[in-house]
């Protein structure tokens, strides 16, 4: 089908202001059209609390959403989109705001470093160091970290897949449960024909240069999650891909052989949305389904207050 109206108003108003496709952008251009696009944050939370965690490599910046004072809540670490070339902390703002509060969860958004100028594993390793700070319990943090989920959008479901295999792998505490939005499982164009201005099959090889530059890195499963041999022991998983998605096909695939493989599964497939599409609260009422049903999945696999309250 093609997109529904509603999404086509979004693509419209994107093309309005987009001189040349993001492909053709410089990295520079990607990020200012990017940032411009980032919705102001108005929601107003108990508490927005910025700081460095240590790593090797000289600190990874983190923005914690604290919806009360409440100590005991879980945590969610969020990995936002962009290719893993462009994005911030400043793009989910006001997402994760609504996100923490309509979930009962304290939220750890992640700033991992920025491809070409550190491309991989730079963006993973810095998704791991917050990881394993998560997994001393901060006091800073002040929250449950027996009960983490990991979610993403795009870059940042692929980053989320293969964090959670890289954890298993090293025989390290996993999350109790993982999200992804469409990120893609492999480095792979499965369907070309399901593309838009917010995903082409151009764009997508246009950020994996910038990304993996190394073609051989791209069939490893740190970067082509759905690549690796063993899909078993991983988290419950909630999975929301778009039809208009040109790397759609290799992620349900990717769904379909972890439920095949014993991992609980839920896999859900917008019909008439495209890619970077569940996130836009405002212009599209399949986001917010897609935020409702989230929020269901991880009060229900954190068990937070939220699950109580249904």
Not at 3 to 19: G, H, K, N, P, Y
Not at 29 to 53: F, M, N
Not at 84 to 90: N, Q, S
Request: glycine letters at 8%; a negative charge.
């Amino acid at each position: 089908m093609p997109l529904a109206v509603e999404a086509q108003r979004v693509i419209d108003d994107v093309a309005s202001r987009m001189r040349v496709p993001m492909y053709e952008m410089s990295v520079e251009e990607l990020r200012a059209a990017y940032s411009a696009r980032a919705v102001p944050a108005t929601t107003v939370i108990h508490e927005v609390l910025d700081l460095t965690v240590p790593s090797g490599t000289g600190g990874v910046p983190v923005r914690i959403y604290r919806p009360s004072a409440d100590t005991s809540l879980p945590v969610v670490m969020w990995l936002h989109s962009g290719g893993c070339v462009i994005g911030g902390l400043d793009q989910n703002d006001e997402y994760l705001r609504k996100l923490s509060a309509a979930a009962s969860v304290v939220i750890v958004s992640v700033d991992y470093r920025l491809a070409p100028e550190h491309p991989h594993p730079a963006a993973l390793d810095d998704c791991r160091a917050v990881w394993e700070w998560l997994e001393g319990a901060p006091g800073e943090l002040a929250a449950d970290v027996d009960r983490v989920a990991v979610a993403g959008e795009s870059a940042g479901g692929t980053l989320t897949f293969a964090l959670t295999q890289q954890l298993r792998d090293g025989g390290r505490p996993l999350p109790t449960a993982q999200v992804s939005f469409y990120g893609a499982a492999e480095m792979r164009v499965s369907n070309p024909d399901e593309a838009s201005l917010l995903s082409s099959p151009e764009d997508c090889h246009r950020f994996w240069d910038l990304y993996a530059p190394d073609v051989r890195s791209r069939l490893h499963p740190d970067v082509s999650p759905g690549l690796a041999a063993d899909v078993t022991g991983l988290p419950p998983t909630f999975i929301v891909t778009a039809e208009v998605d040109p790397t759609r096909d290799a992620t349900e695939d990717y769904a379909r052989r972890m439920a095949a493989s014993g991992v609980q599964v839920e896999l859900d497939r917008y019909d008439g949305m495209m890619h970077g599409f569940a996130t836009l609260l405002t212009a599209l009422p399949q986001a917010r389904r897609v935020f409702d049903r989230t929020v269901r999945f991880l009060s229900g696999s954190l068990g937070s207050p939220a699950a109580t309250q249904e």
